[in-house]
């Protein structure tokens, strides 16, 4: 896969509720030893749209990411792309097919600058010798087509920078390769408020521009804020995936602590709709019930 | 995010990032006015306007920033003293000559030893490798010819000596990157080993009767004046240098000492980079080995006890971090001569050469010292 300047242009930026998934997960089950930690969990990732993975801390989320990134492949269960059904069985495997993980340790190397960072793993070179210049611009092109202006130099060194600016390289990693896919884990968790609005901003970017976008995350104001669709994790199963126009804060919040809630009847005809709003404004009133 | 927040490098150097970006962005006036979003304004783009003399001191703040500047300096500062003192004797052809020879071998070790380093590993074993290669290749030649041997001899034992000193970087590197041996053990470990393999072989005695066409030439000659052992090394040094800074395999060298995880996240394949970096360290103290052979036309089995060290202190002295991530050939280069121009400072100047030992390895824990105060500095960012 070659690195492009712009993002993938291959799905339409609307969210239609038919949109093709890319990535579908069935009866994922992970075991680490004894400790079964993934149990028959099936995920359906749609192009445009971004995904909420919650869930309690130990639900399994980021090992469900690790499946997804080929780090820790699926002791069992199948992994759909585009519809074929494929194996993910190390990072390079997942990268090929266009899925990229922001890990929640960002997995950057801090001795090194952006651009290194943007391009590890993956260098470009002219006959043997690293090709700067045109991974300098590459790179510079991305973070400017993710309309990030929060970064000075390029070449700064990572070790340098800021949580968020940090949180930005990471994305920017992920979103260089034509990407189709792009899962973040809990990118959020460690950053203040202006950070954690621009990193939301730039997620939904990902997800308008046509990517399917995955998102962890503990804040319920985030998920809402951002997310089309919310699957639940709840101690290693999967106990809904719902639009998050169907669910209110609340039932997401029981979803999450009890892995039962009003939120898994969604079809159910009496079900209100829309109480929580998508803009992210609403607070969340614990207890609250439709 | 709140760009107010340092974006600037922290290395110990004078006249950072700060203070370059704010007067240059200072400029447009609108962009100053709002004091907290003037960083937000400034382009990701490379610098649109890249003017030599920003170009100069960009180069010249990452130089402050790196320990090898300093201990240039320092290199730089003794030859000076040494030549003022004694201008007659140590700022000679012949005196210098000298130096580089002696130094050549534990230059060659050095670059193999860096990229080692850089991968936050370490190689105890590369002067007892350097012996048992040197065995091989003496063995070789004199078991198949003898001291009138013909090149083709020569460049069995040669290829013998190379191949020998690879396989215990493998064997090293296979250790470490695969059973996950600590390094430091590991290589305690072959350090004895192939010491001891190569007593075994010559029964304690070392080899003799090394072909003369290969003392005569690659041993003692030259090219152009300049000895070929340090022509050898230089280039060894410079090619060495370049992979480190222009290539794939320089690149990622890098990474996996910076965050292994984040590597290995990368696709990079970890395990393996770290054997291909140990065999090519095994690699060069074979070919270290072969030139000491060449050198004094027999295996010097008990010369080399302290090389391993001497080419870590060599590395660490040329500003490569112990914790990994960081380093350069060139500063390897300086700290192997500072070590090499005491030695022969102090010999020229009368006062006992064992006062060397005593001041490199001050300057060794100095320059760790730094190098954790960096460190450090740059964590509570
Ligand atoms: N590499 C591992 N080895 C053993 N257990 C693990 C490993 N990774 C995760 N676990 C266990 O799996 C469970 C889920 O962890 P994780 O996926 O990190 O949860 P979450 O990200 O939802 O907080 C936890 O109980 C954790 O201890
Ligand atoms: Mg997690």
Redesign the pocket.
Known sequence: MSPATSISEGYSASASPDAPPVLELRGINKS?GP?H?LRDVDLTVRAGEVTALV?D???????LVKCIGGIHPADSGSYLFEGQPVKVDSPRAAAELGVEIVYQDLALCDNLDIVQNMFLGRETTKRFVLDEVTMEQLAADTLASLSVRTVTSVRQRVASLSGGQRQTVAIAKAVLWNSKVVVLDEPTAALGVAQTAQVLELVRRLADKGLAVVLISHNMNDVFAVADRIAVLYLGRMTAQVSTSDVTHSQVVELITTGRGAATRREAPDEPNGTAGADGTSEWKNGERP | MSLGETTTDTGPGPGDDAAATTTSTAKSAGEAASSADVKDETVTAPDPRPDLSDTARRLARRLVRTNSAWTFLVLLVLMTAFSIMKPAHFPTTFNLRNVATDAAVLLIIGVGMTYVVITAGIDLSVGSVLVFSGVVAAKTMTGISDVDAGWGPILLGLLAGLAAGAAWGALNGFLVAKAKVPALIVTLGSLGMALGLAQVMTEGQDVRGVPTRLSDTIGNGRVLGVPWLVVIALLVTVLGALALATTRFGRRTYAIGSNAEAARRAGIPVELHLIKVYALCGLLAGLAGILSLARFTTTTIGGHTNDSLGAIAAVVLGGTSLFGGVGTIVGTLIGVFIPAILQNGFIILGVQPYWQSVAVGGVLIAAVYADQLRRRATQRA
Do not use: I
Not at chain 1, 57 to 63: D, E, L, P, V
């Open positions: 680490f400790v930690v869930g801390n130990g639900a399994g989320k980021s090992t």
